[in-house]
């Protein structure tokens, strides 16, 4: 059996299905009590986007993800944000640019922010709530995330709060962020009696494995605690939900799948390389990515192994506007914010999270191919024919 690092969506069981059922079966739950709890508060930030113009209003169901990333996020780093200066949190944002725009200088950038990150990132082993809630402690929030260049996504979006909070009293700011945080709370309870049981070991890879992270490039990105694992689950059944009409109306679709899920390590690997990532050349017989791709032909969808830059799927490079839809397949602690950005590029997608974890960057020394559920791909895709797995 394929060992659990950190999370299983198949939670001992030969497939996902339950995870998915249980996941949109927790989205409705989560999107009614966030709708109870700060209604207000969300009435409040659409009227400020429409008035502002910043944005085509999406679904009530996006704005409160963002709330509670806002409330996870400040649940979970706020005490490091407090601690940060001002130098190292403008040479960590500097080296996460460079890292990002420059690939020749990415090696000596990461190793650089290994460093700095063990000293000046290194996530707390508590949440810290009793600092003020104001903008001023917002925006020291926001600039630790930026500066550990691991939240881009999240902060684009936080932007916009931010910039709502500036338009509110100190009274009103505390009581959406009073707000935020109770929705937190609940959701880190309520999730863990859900979800808990397909992210079992998160904590004890935390507590036994993660201390070895430390001087490297990723201690940040693997350190993520439990109750974000849960909120990325829940942001990718929202992000699907608001992108999936769009999605379904392309004409091709096509799956883009990580490195990892591959039986053969790079240099064995024979795919070949193309403008939206590498083809399967079908060297391994019982490679996931193969038999996908057999899967794909068949049932006329196509299968790309990602490639390092999504801008790649934006109509501006490929002039494929809308007719190209796209499933991104990730682990669970990317998936969500991948979907944020091929919305922001303007690409209709659908995610769906990796069975499991095992990549040899991030969590095993050797590297342990990694799955998915062909049956919910083909759910995604709406193609009805026998579950295979
Ligand atoms: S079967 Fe395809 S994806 Fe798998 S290792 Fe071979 S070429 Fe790479």
């Not at 990796?354 to 799955?371: A, F, Q, V």
Request: charged fraction near 25%; proline fraction near 5%.
């Amino acid at each position: 059996m394929t060992p659990t690092i950190t999370y299983s969506l198949k939670n001992d069981q030969s497939h996902a299905d339950q995870y998915y059922r249980d996941i949109a079966a927790f989205a409705d739950q989560a999107i009614a009590e966030g709708d109870a709890r700060a209604a207000i508060t969300l009435r409040a930030f659409e009227a400020f986007l429409r008035a502002t113009e910043r944005e085509t209003i999406r679904s009530r169901a996006e704005y409160l993800y963002e709330f509670l990333t806002l409330g996870v996020l400040w649940r979970v780093y706020i005490r490091n944000a407090c601690e940060l200066g001002a130098l190292p949190r403008r040479a960590l944002t500097i080296l996460s640019r460079v890292r990002e725009r420059n690939q020749r200088l990415k090696p000596m950038a990461d190793a650089l922010r290994g460093v700095l990150t063990s000293w000046f990132l290194s996530p707390r082993p508590r949440a810290e709530t009793s600092a003020p809630r104001s903008l001023e402690m917002l925006e020291r929030l926001l600039g630790w995330l930026q500066a550990t260049g691991d939240f881009n996504q999240e902060v684009k979006r936080l932007n916009n709060w931010r910039d709502f909070f500036a338009t509110q009293t100190p009274e009103q700011i505390a009581a959406h962020l009073s707000s935020a945080l109770a929705f937190a709370d609940w959701f880190e309870a309520r999730s863990v009696d859900v979800l808990g049981c397909y992210t079992p070991n998160v904590e004890k890879f935390l507590r036994e494995t993660h201390p070895r992270y430390r001087g490297r490039e990723d201690a940040l990105f693997c350190g993520r605690q439990r109750v974000e694992y849960h909120l990325n689950m829940l942001g990718t059944e929202i992000l699907n939900r608001a992108l999936r009409a769009s999605f379904l109306q392309t004409r091709r679709k096509i799956v883009v799948v990580p490195p990892c899920m591959r039986a053969q390590p790079d240099a064995k690997c024979q795919a070949r390389a193309t403008m939206f990532g590498a083809q399967c050349a079908a060297c391994t017989p019982g490679c996931r990515i193969h038999q996908l791709t057999l899967l794909g032909e068949k049932q006329g969808f196509g299968v790309f192994i990602l490639p390092d830059e999504l801008k790649t799927f934006s109509g501006k490079t490929t002039g494929a506007d809308d007719s190209l839809g796209i499933v991104g397949v990730s682990c669970v602690l990317t998936n969500a914010p991948g979907g944020w950005e091929m919305q922001t590029l303007g690409v209709p997608a659908q995610g769906l999270p990796l069975d499991y974890c095992g990549c040899r960057y991030h969590w095993h020394r050797d590297g342990i191919p990694t799955d998915i559920g062909f049956g919910q791909l083909l759910r995604l895709l709406e193609i009805r024919v026998p579950e295979q797995h």
